[in-house]
């Protein structure tokens, strides 16, 4: 007898469809797994043999084969196990082949049957939707996470046997308890109330989250570049809808975190400067999402970004331009999304007091090494520079942003502008811009064009420079509520600009 049952497997971020078919007919005892398996997969066999008996159900003693289909698509991991059991126990005449009509199933058996979540339940059952499958049928542990896809029937199932009971129209399991996330000043447990001084940085930070721009804080030791950028989370705008699903999506596949909930805030990711190329930008091998990918539309932060190999900061460059990653794979390439605000903190020199003539012990070979780890086409990528001073004068008495509440108001409003000015091309914030949106909406007064033809003229900006300086500007024209981008934001812009700042930058004592 000939039963089939619908399931999926992922492909690193990319969900396949498989049906499990599976035929018994008389011969010798037997049961091959056919179809492009992998060893998690082949090793099904045995999960379901005993899941099928210890739920106490009959193993048929025949000639089993189970034909996952398409052949030419590679499945991975044991999600499938459950449709490969309801498919003999179908194909046995156990249960109703019909009732796994217009069903999916996705879970891992045990032993002993019961049905465990596997990662990346979301992504199914988004892909279950799209198939036009009416229920998805997964563990209870999972179970809210895919009921987060609307337009679908999502019923929990502990055990096999109660997946038998719910084919044939019977109740789901119950569901655990919602989890609690604990709660935190401003949401994160950290405040830029914390801060004292350095009002540049403070504001490098909030017009870089304001409009998706790429930062560095370089200056000696101790004087707060960590601990700011520790705050960045709490001044970030929240995620909407369709950008919420992306980036739970990511991560319901890539961590082993079940997730009831959609993300709201944005993904900060600041990996330790020893991680490798392959970590950062994600690998050829299964599995292999990079820190870039799930620091997709939120922030990658990497501190102390001198010590960092030089090819891993250089693999940086396409993502950093494109918002996407391509990873080269045996048989083709994936493309991956990779849209981050890259943060990144440095000392001046390798001793961190480059310009205090009386501490800097660094040779002028030293620093240069130093200067072009950071020089170059990465730097180029970057639109905020801040040099953080240790601070000699006394502290303005009320800092424009007092907390990071304030700070997060202004960004949001700030974003607000942006995408309303940018709705109907595809992108909702000021760094996003290409250059025909730019020409389109930048809105220079002739004294700020006038200004950012000298700073071309003069050399010191490349054309990508001059894009990068063009979309801080109106960042910061988005922050001072001017619809019109003006001279002092334009200078404001071109002070921070990498290549401006760094000619200013103190030399090697
Ligand atoms: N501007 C500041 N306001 C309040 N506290 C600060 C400030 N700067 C530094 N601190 C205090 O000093 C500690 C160390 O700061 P932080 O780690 O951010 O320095 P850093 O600039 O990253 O130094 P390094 O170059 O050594 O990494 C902080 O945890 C904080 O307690
Ligand atoms: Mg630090």
Redesign the pocket.
Same mark, same amino acid.
């Given at each position: 007898m000939l039963a089939r049952a619908h399931t999926f497997t992922l492909d690193v971020l990319h969900v396949r469809p498989v049906t499990v078919e599976v035929d018994i007919r008389p011969g010798l005892s037997s049961f091959a797994v056919v179809g492009l398996a992998d060893a998690a997969v082949r090793e099904a066999r045995e999960r379901v043999r005993a899941a099928i008996l210890n739920s106490g159900y009959e193993f048929p003693t025949s000639r089993i084969t189970a034909n996952l289909a398409p052949g030419d698509v590679p499945k991975v991991g044991p999600g499938l196990d459950l449709a490969l059991a309801c498919a003999v126990l179908a194909a046995s005449g156990q249960l109703p082949g019909d009732q796994l009509d217009g069903q999916a199933l996705f879970g891992e058996l045990s032993l002993a049957g019961e049905v465990r979540a596997c990662a990346g339940t979301l992504a199914i059952a988004q892909a279950a939707r799209h198939a036009g499958l009416r229920t998805l049928i997964v563990a209870p542990a999972r179970a809210r996470e895919a009921m987060l896809v609307e337009g679908l029937r999502v019923q929990s199932v502990g055990r096999l046997d109660s997946a038998v009971r719910v084919l044939a129209g019977g109740a789901a399991d119950p569901l655990p308890k919602p989890t609690q996330r604990p709660p935190g000043r401003g949401g994160h447990g950290v405040d830029l109330a914390?801060?004292?001084?350095?009002p540049h =940085?403070v504001r490098a930070l909030v017009i870089a989250a304001a409009g998706a721009h790429n930062c560095l804080?370089s200056?000696?030791?101790?004087?707060?570049?960590?601990?700011?950028?520790?705050r960045l989370p709490s001044i970030l705008p929240p995620l909407d809808h369709a950008e919420a699903l992306e980036v739970t999506r990511i991560h319901s596949i890539s961590s082993r975190r079940v997730t009831d909930r959609l993300f709201s805030s944005r993904p900060f990711r600041a990996p330790h400067h020893s991680i490798t190329t392959a970590g950062l930008i994600g690998s050829a091998h299964r599995g292999g999402v990079g820190e870039i990918v799930l620091a997709h539309r939120g922030v990658l932060f990497l501190?102390?970004l001198s010590e960092f190999s030089r090819p891993t900061l250089e693999a940086l460059r396409q993502p950093l331009e494109d918002g996407r990653v391509a990873i080269v794979r045996a048989q083709h390439s994936a493309v991956y999304p990779a849209r981050f605000t890259l943060l990144a =903190?440095?000392?001046p020199c390798p001793c961190?007091y480059a310009g205090e003539v009386d501490r800097c012990r660094c040779t002028e070979a030293a620093m240069q090494r130093h200067q072009r780890k950071l020089s170059g086409p990465l730097l180029d990528r970057i639109d905020l520079l801040t040099q953080?001073a240790r601070?000699t004068t006394p502290e303005p008495r009320e800092p424009l942003y007092r907390d990071s509440a304030t700070a997060r108001a202004a960004v949001i409003d700030a974003r607000q502008c942006q995408a309303a000015r940018l709705r109907g091309e595809g992108m909702a914030v000021n760094g996003e811009m290409n250059a025909g949106s730019l020409a389109r909406h930048a809105q220079l007064e002739p004294g700020a064009e006038r200004l950012l033809r000298r700073a071309q003229t003069s050399g010191l900006l490349s054309a990508r420079g001059q894009h990068r300086v063009l979309r801080v500007a109106r960042t910061i024209a988005d922050l001072a509520g001017s619809q019109r981008t003006s001279e002092p934001h334009v200078a404001d812009a071109l002070a921070m600009r990498p290549e401006i700042g760094r000619a200013a930058e103190p030399q090697a004592a």
């Open positions: 914390d801060v004292k001084g350095q =940085a804080l200056g000696p030791p101790g004087t707060g570049k960590t601990m700011l950028a520790q501190d102390e =903190a440095t000392n961190g953080l601070e």
